[in-house]
Every structure is written in C-alpha cells, then in structure tokens.
C-alpha cells in the first residue's frame, strides 16, 4: 500500500491539446478516490498518466516517495481494472489469475495461495479451470479484479470498470467492490460516469473540468453544494 500525489500534474497531447492542467492531489494510504466528470475532462489522461500509459508533460506522479514519471507501467507497483476485462482467451480463469506473477518469478507456493485468495474474495473458485470465454460478463469481471488482487499492487486504478454490465450486474458488482475496498483497504483511483457508484465508492470524489480540478472532497460535500 501507498500514497499518491498528484503534483502540479498536467497533460498536452502531441498537436496541442491540452487534457489535464494544474493537478494537485494527495491521495492517502488506503485512500478510495473517485474521478468523475463530463466527457473529455481528462479523466482517462489522468488515470493512464499514473498508470505510465500516457506519458507526463508537466508536473509530477508520486506512488509513496517514489517519482514514477519516468518508471515503467510494470515498475509502478499499481494494478488496473479496464472495463473490456482484457483476459486472455486462451487461458483458463485460473491461469490468467496467475500469469503475472508467473513472469515477474513468483514461487509456485506463493502463485498458488495468492490464486486461492482471491478465489475466495471474489467467489470464482468453481470457474478456475474454466475460459474466459464459458464465463458470463459479471464473472469476467471478477476475474479481472482478482488478476489485479494477486499482485498486491500499492494501489488499484480502476477505468469504468463496470460500464460494459448491464443495471442489475452493476450495482451487484458496485457493492463487491465496496466489500473489497473495506476489505483489503489498497489506495485506489476510480474512474465513473456514474453517480451512485461515485457516492458509494468514494472517501473522496475529484470532479475534473476542462482538465482541472472543479471539485474536490466527500461526497456530501460536493453533491451537497447548490
Ligand atoms: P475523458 O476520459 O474524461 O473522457 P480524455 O482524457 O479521454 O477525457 O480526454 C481529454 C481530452 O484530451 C479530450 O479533449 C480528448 O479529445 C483529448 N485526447 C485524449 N486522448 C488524446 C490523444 N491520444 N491525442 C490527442 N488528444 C487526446
Ligand atoms: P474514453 O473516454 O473511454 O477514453 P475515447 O473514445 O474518448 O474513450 O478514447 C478512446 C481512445 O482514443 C483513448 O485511448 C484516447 O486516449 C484516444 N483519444 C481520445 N481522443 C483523442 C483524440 N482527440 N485524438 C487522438 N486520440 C484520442
């Protein structure tokens, strides 16, 4: 687990446009923080700049004390939850559980316990030796929340994870992940078009506009204000 500080984080694209500007966040340890905002606020750039999938043009992203910008996305110590699943099809549930661990040399002991773990949190033991592909939406996600649980990240991003689910799938999904935060309590920064997912998931929302910061706290605190 770790903070993250966002520090005078900004991002112009190659052509001139400018996603992100002037962001300043510290993110506690064991902090949920929830990015919401219209369409093209800058929400993706943000979380793909922590990730190290989007280069940084100004300003710096911390993860602990450590200066990332410059540091691989392997290197950065975060997992991500993307809303496509990325699981690959060709391997069972239990093998894509475990093929990140597997290329970073982790005992076989340790794959098999952190596996099981995560198993059990999110309740996919009996789909293990299954494919991705004889799993329906809602299991697939869980399969990928457990891929990013087995790496004991510092810190989860998570991108719209659930918007590919249907209404019913999503406010299910919504709880568990609540479940999971009260449960292992990993610095997390959450990405949503949706307001009740904001307010049940969030210790803090930052709404982003035009690439900045609008609005920055609780949920009562920002959807309170007129
Ligand atoms: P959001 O995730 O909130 O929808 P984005 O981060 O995707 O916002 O986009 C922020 C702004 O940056 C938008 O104006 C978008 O068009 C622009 N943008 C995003 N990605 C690129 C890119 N690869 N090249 C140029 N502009 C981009
Ligand atoms: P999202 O809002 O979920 O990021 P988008 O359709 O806005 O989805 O973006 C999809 C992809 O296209 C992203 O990787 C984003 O960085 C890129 N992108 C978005 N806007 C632009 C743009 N104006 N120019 C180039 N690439 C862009």
Do not use: W
Not at 73 to 88: C, E, G, K, S, T
């Amino acid at each position: 687990m770790a903070s993250i500080t966002l520090d005078n984080l900004g991002k112009v694209y190659p052509g001139g446009t400018r996603a992100v500007g002037g962001v300043n966040i510290d993110i506690e340890d064991g902090e949920f923080i929830v990015l919401v905002g219209p369409s093209g606020c800058g929400k993706s750039t943000l979380l793909r700049m922590v990730a190290g999938l989007e280069s940084i043009t100004e300003g710096e992203v911390r993860i602990g004390d450590r200066v990332v910008n410059n540091v691989e996305p392997a290197d950065r110590d975060i997992a991500m939850v993307f809303q496509n699943y990325a699981l690959y099809p060709h391997m069972s549930v239990r093998q894509n559980l475990a093929y990140g661990l597997k290329n970073r040399g982790t005992p076989k002991a340790e794959i098999e316990r952190r596996v099981n773990e995560a198993a059990e949190i999110l309740q996919i033991g009996p789909f293990l030796d299954r494919k991705p592909r004889a799993l329906s939406g809602g299991q697939r996600q869980r399969v990928a929340m457990g891929r990013a649980i087995t790496r004991e990240p510092a810190a989860f991003l998570f991108d719209e994870p659930l918007s590919n689910l249907d209404a019913k799938l999503r406010v299910a999904m919504r709880l568990e992940i609540k479940e999971l935060q009260k449960r292992l309590r990993t610095t997390s920064i959450y990405v949503t078009h949706d307001q009740l997912e904001a307010m049940t998931l969030a210790d803090r929302l930052v709404v982003l506009n035009g690439g900045r910061i609008e609005q920055i706290g609780t949920p009562l605190e920002v959807y309170r204000r007129p």
